[in-house]
């Protein structure tokens, strides 16, 4: 067991929700795939994000990454209300304020560890390197294969590394053990978990396993839309001790 290594009570909000709603509208129904959350993360913790498939996990996640909008609702990032940016102003959040890790690696297949990151860095105002983004995930001595040449789980440190290297303040990482064996998603996890405690950087990790949720410093816990329970662990597992 280790203790939760930030007062988590006290910290400032990374993010802030009011009322947010999203409603897609298909041929033939209305679907509500988020139903008036309200809620606060604090920075700089370690979020995981559970319940069913379709409970609004992943429509939040996307709302706070600037990646889709809420039909009604606030949301604001470190004070700056995300719910009232235009596109371009979402793309400029996007690009400077936050990482992306999925349960799909989307790397570039014919290029290697190194080239997938700088990917990142040449667009970053102020990134890593590649070697140290890659470093950081445990991969150093991979930085010149391909990913055909890589583990699953080296390619999802990829990814992160990816993710990193523009030095995000937040990391959204959806299912991104989703598609990986128990050993390789522990690596993933902490990968992850250094990257929270090395560099400060608020993560939030949705996620089917509940198992994980004993590593996070806060569990958010969704059911039909809203969220059902915030629960904050006094006490955290290292990822080695998950079960699976």
């Known amino acids: 067991m280790k203790s939760a290594e930030k007062t ?12 947010l709603t999203k409603t897609y509208q298909t041929e033939a129904v209305k679907v509500h795939a988020l139903r008036g959350v309200t809620a606060e993360i604090p920075a700089g913790e370690f979020t995981v994000l559970l319940g069913a498939s379709g409970s609004g996990k992943s429509t939040l996640l996307n709302i706070l990454g600037g990646l889709d909008t809420a039909t009604s609702g606030r949301a604001w990032f470190k004070g700056q209300e995300l719910t009232s940016m235009s596109d371009r102003d979402l793309t400029r959040y996007r690009r400077d304020h936050v990482g992306f890790v999925f349960q799909f690696y989307n790397l570039v297949p014919s290029l290697t560890a190194r080239e997938n990151v700088a990917l990142v860095t040449e667009v970053a105002a102020h990134p890593m390197t590649p070697e140290e983004a890659l470093e950081r995930v ?7 294969h391909f990913p055909a040449e890589m583990s699953g789980g080296e390619q999802q440190r990829v990814a992160i590394a990816r993710a990193i290297a523009k030095r995000p303040e937040v990391l959204l990482c959806d299912e991104p053990t989703g598609a990986l064996d128990s050993k390789t998603g522990v690596q993933v996890l902490e990968a992850l978990e250094k990257i929270n405690i090395d560099l400060g950087t608020s993560t939030m990790v949705i996620t089917h396993n509940a198992g994980i949720q004993a590593m996070a410093h806060r569990v958010v816990f969704f059911a039909d839309g809203d969220i059902s329970e915030i629960r904050v662990n006094d006490h955290r597992i290292d990822p080695s001790q998950i079960e699976w």
Request: proline share 5%; glycine share 6%; aromatic share 6%.
């Open 8 to 19: 988590t009570d006290a910290a400032a909000p990374i993010y802030r929700m009011e009322a």
């Open 138 to 144: 445990g991969l150093a001595h991979r930085m010149d």
